[in-house]
């Protein structure tokens, strides 16, 4: 099994920068593709952006320009640095990888328990 523990999220007002991470632990043979998503209530789960083991990298046209995905592979770790946040930016984050572990090594699709994220007008 992998784990995946997002921090970083909380209250922040219209222009502001929160910085996202997400570390991964377990049983880890191989951490491929990571990514973020959002929830915003009522609506459904959106990719934000997501980021190859290689460092390529997809945005949101929401986003692209104002957040950047980054990613530490010694430390299976996912950043979502946001910048220039507005009121719509407001929904809870998730992080996702496909990984395969020592016990199972066909790739598979985990989820983080989601970061809420406020941006205030």
């Known amino acids: 099994q992998v784990q995946l523990v997002e921090s970083g999220g909380g209250l922040v007002q219209a222009g502001g920068s929160l910085r996202l991470s997400c570390a991964a632990s377990?049983?880890?043979?191989?951490?491929?593709?990571m990514a973020w998503y959002r929830q915003a209530p009522g609506k459904q789960r959106e990719l934000v952006a997501d980021i190859t083991r290689e460092g390529s990298t997809n945005y949101a046209d929401s986003v692209q320009g104002r957040f950047t995905i980054s990613r530490d592979n010694a430390k299976n770790t996912v950043y979502l640095q946001m910048n220039s946040l507005k009121p719509e930016d407001t929904a809870v984050y998730y992080c996702?990888?496909?990984?395969?572990?020592?016990?199972?090594?066909?790739?598979?699709?985990?989820w983080g328990q989601g970061t809420q994220v406020t941006v205030s007008s």
């Open positions: 377990g049983n880890i043979f191989e951490l491929n593709l």
């Open positions: 996702n990888a496909v990984a395969s572990t020592y016990s199972n090594w066909s790739l598979m699709n985990y």
